[in-house]
Nanobody, 119 residues
Framework: QVQLVESGGGLVQPGGSLRLSCAAS????????MGWYRQAPGKQRELVAA???????NYADSVKGRFTISRDNAKNAVYLQMNSLKPEDTAVYYC?????????????WGQGTQVTVSS
């Protein structure tokens, strides 16, 4: 059974920083793309940033220049460094990974971590 576990959310003032972490565990053969999504109240879930197994990245326009996604393949982990946070970044952030394990290649999701940007 593959699981994604996130950590690092919390309350931060505008202009502050947070670092989210997500680690995959279980019977994993390969991890392909990994990414972070977010969902604000009353809005659809949206892609924030993604990274391929080779390290290529892409970002939502709203976070370019402020957020940085990275991964540690040896640890089956992905990170999201969030700087210059704005109130509109407030949302539940979800980790996502495309994983081949003992089960067929599938998309997996973490449980979500709340990020609140407020003074």
């Amino acid at each position: 059974q593959v699981q994604l576990v996130e950590s690092g959310g919390g309350l931060v003032q505008p202009g502050g920083s947070l670092r989210l972490s997500c680690a995959a565990s279980g019977s994993i053969f390969s991890i392909y793309a990994m990414g972070w999504y977010r969902q604000a109240p009353g809005k659809q879930r949206e892609l924030v940033a993604a990274i391929t197994s080779g390290g290529s990245t892409n970002y939502a326009d709203s976070v370019k220049g402020r957020f940085t996604i990275s991964r540690d393949n040896a640890k089956n982990a992905v990170y999201l460094q969030m700087n210059s946070l704005k109130p509109e970044d407030t949302a539940v952030y979800y980790c996502n990974a495309d994983i081949l394990g003992r089960t067929p290649r599938s998309d997996y999701w973490g449980q979500g971590t709340q990020v609140t940007v407020s003074s």
